[in-house]
């Protein structure tokens, strides 16, 4: 009896641990942090989000000459995302990977010029679009499939910029709901002109992002909820939203 209590004890005990290490397995697989693959896939991803921490102070600073009662706000912003460059360029550096900073400009080049063309035509709703709403909400999605993946030191810092980026996201909902009446038709415009590029760069950063273990699949999910959420947010219609939405498949 004593010994077939054991035998018992011991199948029981070895389901159990059996059980643990399944569930282990399962929520937390994380990619080996020190292989070249890895290092080599993150000194690209590392570096477009510096570079896209960078552009967003500078987009932020740009949009405050359009905005000069609100500068004081901007300003702050700004300085956020100075201080979220500062953070990924220390996860690149606890990695010991150097970032891609050329590949990093290319990547953003062609959204850089649309917003440098609306900043020079003075299209406020065109500029926040492109920054305050798809950007953010890129990063927002991006970080959020990142965080569940990364580092332990790159979690932290990411977790601290996903807050920041939120509110970046809701100054611009605010102002674009508190003047859609008079926007909408360039809002509608700049998404048009500017949602298919974001599919694009999501469709390029995939490679790299699955070696990061994350899912391209999740990554547009995600994307597409932040973003739809967004234009609720600023008032828009499920109808209008799903307008909006199919400039990314065409
Ligand atoms: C706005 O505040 C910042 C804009 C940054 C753009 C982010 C693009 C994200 C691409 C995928 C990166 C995954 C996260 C990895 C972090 C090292
Ligand atoms: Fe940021
Ligand atoms: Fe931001």
Request: hydrophobic fraction near 45%.
């Amino acid at each position: 009896m004593n010994k077939s209590f054991t035998v018992m004890q011991t199948l029981e005990s070895n389901k159990n641990s059996n059980l643990d290490s399944l569930v282990e397995d399962t929520s937390t697989q994380l990619p080996d942090f020190t292989t070249d693959a890895y290092k080599d896939a993150y000194s690209r991803i590392n570096a477009i989000v510096i570079e896209g921490e960078q552009e967003a102070y500078d987009n932020y600073i740009s949009i405050a000459t359009l905005l000069p009662n609100d500068s004081e706000e901007l300003t702050k912003l700004a300085k956020m995302e100075l201080k979220h460059k500062r953070g990924f360029t220390a996860c690149g550096k606890n990695l010991g990977v150097e970032a891609d900073m050329v590949f990093a400009k290319e990547f953003f080049s062609k959204l850089h010029g649309n917003f440098q063309t609306a900043l020079e035509k003075e299209n406020l709703t065109t500029c926040l679009l492109i920054q305050a709403i798809l950007i953010e909400a890129f990063a927002i999605s991006a970080y959020h499939v990142y965080i569940r993946v990364a580092d332990p030191f790159a979690k932290k810092i990411t977790q601290g910029v996903v807050n920041d980026e939120y509110l970046h996201l809701n100054y611009g909902e605010k102002w674009l709901k508190e003047n859609l009446h008079t926007c909408k038709n360039e809002l509608i415009a700049a998404n048009k002109a500017n949602l298919p590029l974001i599919k694009k760069m999501l469709d390029q950063v995939a490679e790299d992002a699955a070696i990061l273990s994350m899912d391209k699949e999740e990554l547009m999910e995600e994307f597409m909820i932040a973003y739809q959420d967004a234009l609720l947010e600023m008032g828009l219609d499920n109808r209008e939203i799903a307008r909006m939405a199919m400039a990314a498949i065409v």
